[in-house]
Nanobody, 123 residues
Framework: QVQLVESGGGSVQAGGSLRLSCVGS?????????MGWFRQAPGKERERVAT??????AYADAVKGRFTISQDFAKNTLYLQMNSLKPEDSAMYYC?????????????????WGRGTQVTVSS
């Protein structure tokens, strides 16, 4: 069983930055899995933010140029650097892992999910 724990959320003003972290189980290796960040705002569907697989990344149009997904294998940690934050970025952010590489960058069907970390951006 893979366990994912997010941290780094908080409240910032528009234009500010946050870095989210997602630590995986010690016996689990990020190298083999498709990893992703998703978000869900109240009353809205969950949406993909960014995905990463063997160095290849993909981003939602709404965050391109502002967010960066990365990983540190030594720390078993996935990151999401968020810059130039906007009020519409406010949401619960979830880290997720997908065992199969198939459709890593275009499917919401991930196998493991964290509990989320809240991001609130004020104008």
């Amino acid at each position: 069983q893979v366990q994912l724990v997010e941290s780094g959320g908080g409240s910032v003003q528009a234009g500010g930055s946050l870095r989210l972290s997602c630590v995986g189980s010690s016996y689990y290796s990020y190298r083999r899995y498709c990893m992703g960040w998703f978000r869900q705002a109240p009353g809205k569907e969950r949406e993909r933010v960014a995905t990463l697989l063997t160095g290849n990344t993909a981003y939602a149009d709404a965050v391109k140029g502002r967010f960066t997904i990365s990983q540190d294998f030594a720390k078993n940690t996935l990151y999401l650097q968020m810059n130039s934050l906007k009020p519409e970025d406010s949401a619960m952010y979830y880290c997720a892992a997908k065992i199969s590489a198939y459709r890593c960058h275009d499917t919401p069907a991930f196998d493991y999910w964290g509990r989320g970390t809240q991001v609130t951006v004020s104008s």
